[in-house]
């Protein structure tokens, strides 16, 4: 069993979580993921490994509350446990001699963001990070993004933090002012990722996105995860999560990605009227 040993709501429907998990802790990396489940009959979800402190043996998730098991997941509190936390899983993001990188994340894709940004930051590389949400009241991880890059923008879609407008202003507006970027690394919502890999790839700078699609086992057997890259099917539990941003086929993804939208509503409502009657 893993137990809890903090929960942080960082805004209304996102919430941090340490798990208790010392061999996962010992060998995760930026960029991997772990697969959870809440209790014994609950179902496998991948989530995208946040934090982690090796001393502690502690690893750290932060989620979004969008279906059943993330909203079961919610109701857990300090002290209480999960039946499995399986990793780390997928490759780590590649680091290794980038001397200046822009980390670009929109909303919760900044809790993968963080973790890469901390690491480059570490590693001595220049950091410019920019951050999107679509209001002040959705913000996550400012003062962390603050500690782990030379630069930190924050842009937001109603102008109530940061600068008004979408983060594919503020890096071209990087990019044209003069920064020479090695990689820019993009991570969020799939729409947001497409748009940032059409605005790289017209001043020729390598772009690496972290893609988290349907996952069932995390091991490329079940193919639920499968991606169009370059032309060729790829896994994204074992080729990646990452990969070269201007040869993904965005389209294929998003309409994948929509395809069990109504099924994950039903069961979340169902999920949310169970808990309304036990506090009843």
Request: aromatic fraction near 6%.
């Amino acid at each position: 069993m893993y137990r809890i040993v903090r929960k942080k709501v960082l805004n209304p429907t996102v919430t941090l979580m340490d798990i208790e998990a010392p061999l996962v802790a010992k060998k995760a990396e930026p960029g991997q993921f772990i697969i959870l489940r809440v209790d014994e009959n609950g179902e496998r979800i991948p989530l995208t490994v946040a934090d982690y402190d090796r001393e502690k043996g502690t690893v750290t998730i932060i989620f979004q509350i969008v279906g059943a098991t993330t909203e079961k997941l919610n109701h857990l509190n300090e002290g209480d446990c999960l039946h499995d936390f399986v990793g780390p899983l997928g490759r780590p993001t590649e680091t290794e001699g980038l001397k200046k990188v822009a980390v670009v994340g929109g909303g919760v894709g900044c809790a993968i963001a963080y973790p890469i940004a901390k690491k480059l930051h570490e590693q001595g590389a220049e950091v410019h990070a920019i951050v999107g949400f679509r209001s002040k009241d959705l913000l996550i991880l400012e003062d962390e993004f603050k500690a782990a890059s030379s630069r930190l923008v924050i842009m937001s879609d109603d102008g109530t933090v940061g600068t008004k407008g979408l983060v594919t202003d503020a890096l071209k507006t990087l990019i044209e002012g003069g920064e020479k970027y090695d990689e820019v690394i993009a991570i969020g919502p799939l729409i947001m990722m497409k748009f940032v890999c059409k605005l790289t790839k017209e001043y020729g700078v390598k772009t690496i996105v972290s893609m988290n699609p349907i996952m069932i086992d995390g091991t490329g057997m079940c193919g639920g995860c499968r991606l169009s890259v370059g032309g060729e099917t790829k896994f994204a539990c074992v080729d990646g999560p990452d990969f070269d941003g201007h040869q993904v086929d965005f389209d294929e993804a998003m309409a994948r990605s929509t395809a069990y939208k109504p099924f994950e509503r039903a069961q979340h409502e169902a999920t949310c009227n169970l808990f309304k009657q036990e506090v009843k």
